[in-house]
């Protein structure tokens, strides 16, 4: 399926801080255009909507531009960049990251220094560097270069990873993966319904600001006013050394994973039941997840007006919230599969007995 490596390639690698996905948004609107009618909220989400045989129920599909990123807090008088974060991010994946700094002007190369090991203390090398001793080093000599440079206070900085299938060519090490994942499958689900004859109409894209709180969800679900919600996202690969069972049972190349409590959402129990049936009578393999820390748009979209029955779905992935993350080809394949199964079965008596459940 290595058909997909354009439209992957093209959304991992395009820089979009919370509030700043225009790159994003700019190659979904170029994608979803000839799929359906695209709209945006005033927050700058966007969804393509495609009618099939009936107007309602409108049914939801989102994954989210955004990415963790860092946003420039000022310029140093040595003309290095101090940062704060913009998501969740882990010290230790910080350090000395290659970045790519998004001005006004331009995206400027630069790096999140470092202190060689020959210069620290046994002391200092046991312990975390915190995030407030950090710095984008751009090669500015000074503050005033850095400007000549078209740096400001409030431009983003994201990881710098080329989009890059491993050796196993199934599997795809990217940045942001979290949640172009996402993006991905909603262009790919829009593909698929092509012909109209799908019970419902679809609303399917991407909201913005998701990492800081799932602030696009609520806007977008406002402004379409849906009758399910299906949030596409990412969910914790635990196949890797050092993450437990109970931490995560997700496996790469095992299928989807369907988001089962996570601390914005509750899945509502009827769609829930109808996404396993769904993958079981498709014959996809479906994990399952529960995430007492994490969250999904599907949080905020199932709070709208008298409540929408919502889910979320992930695919698994290896080393979110950092630099280079991992997945492999054929969950998203499966996610797809699942999401356009689930839209075949979504007709108004669906969607009547779920509620009645
Ligand atoms: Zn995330």
Redesign the pocket.
């Known amino acids: 399926m290595a058909d997909y490596d354009d439209l992957y390639r093209e959304l991992t690698e395009a820089p979009g801080a919370p509030g700043r996905e225009e790159a994003v948004r700019d190659i979904l609107r170029r994608r979803l255009a000839p799929l359906g009618e695209v709209m945006t909220d005033n927050l700058g989400s966007i969804v393509a909507k495609a009618r099939g045989r009936a107007d309602r129920p409108r049914v939801l599909v989102v994954g989210h531009m955004d990415e963790?990123a860092f946003i420039v807090h000022h310029v140093t008088d040595d003309g290095y960049l101090r940062f704060h974060t913009m998501?969740?991010w882990w010290e230790h994946v910080m350090l000395a990251q290659r970045v790519r700094v998004c001005t006004t002007t331009g995206e400027l190369p630069g790096v999140v220094g470092s202190k060689p090991p020959h210069v620290l203390s046994p002391e200092e090398r046991k312990k975390l560097v915190e995030r407030k001793a950090m710095f984008i080093d751009i090669g500015a000599g000074s503050r005033e270069e850095a400007e000549r440079m078209g740096v400001r206070p409030g431009d983003f900085a994201v990881p710098y990873c080329p989009y890059t299938p491993l050796a196993n060519p199934d599997l795809v090490m990217a940045k942001a993966w979290?949640?172009r994942a996402g993006c991905a499958v909603a262009v790919r689900v829009l593909e698929g319904l092509k012909g109209g004859q799908h019970p419902n109409t679809v609303f399917a894209g991407a909201t913005v600001q998701?990492?800081i709180g799932l602030r696009g969800a609520q806007t977008l679900a406002q402004a379409v006013e849906p009758d399910v919600g299906i949030a596409l996202?990412?969910a914790i690969a635990g196949d890797t050394p050092g993450i437990d069972p109970d931490e995560s049972q997700a496996r790469l190349g095992r299928g989807p994973v369907l988001l089962l409590y996570d601390r914005s959402l509750v899945p509502h129990r009827g769609l829930r039941d109808l996404v396993i049936d769904t993958a079981r009578k498709a014959g996809i393999d479906l994990q399952f997840q529960l995430l007492p820390g994490g969250g999904t748009d599907a949080g905020r979209i199932h709070l709208v007006g008298p409540g929408v029955p919502s889910v979320a779905l992930g695919v698994a992935t290896r080393y979110?919230?950092s630099a280079a993350s991992v997945v492999h080809r054929g969950d998203l394949d499966q996610m797809v599969r699942l999401v356009l199964a689930l839209i075949d079965r979504l007709d108004e008596d669906c969607l009547g007995a779920i509620l009645r459940d």
């Open positions: 963790v998501g969740g979290d949640n998701e990492e996202d990412v979110i919230h």
